[in-house]
């Protein structure tokens, strides 16, 4: 009986060390992982602030508009040219 509980213990020795090395390659793996998060965050946080200009509401301009203030305005300034003919070009 001895040597069945043995076998046993020595069994489930075997398999609790396969887990606990299967937990420190896990580990690793997501301190890796973690890491790389991190320095994509801190790339993208850099970006962020370094671009930040570009994300930045517009100013309105004062004053100056480039629109008529009315239809009237715009005939008023038209001006007509002829078009010359060939004895002018000439």
Not at 8 to 23: H, I, P
């Amino acid at each position: 009986m001895a040597s069945k509980h043995e076998d046993e213990a020595t069994r489930l020795r075997t398999q609790l060390q396969r887990k606990n090395d299967e937990v420190k390659q896990l580990l690793t793996a997501l301190k890796e992982k973690d890491s790389l998060i991190s320095e994509l965050t801190s790339t993208v946080e850099l970006l962020r602030v370094g671009l930040g200009h570009l994300h930045r509401p517009r100013m309105r301009g004062i004053g100056i508009s480039a629109e008529p203030a009315s239809i009237s305005d715009i005939d008023a300034k038209l001006v007509c040219h002829t078009k010359p003919t060939r004895s002018e070009l000439n």
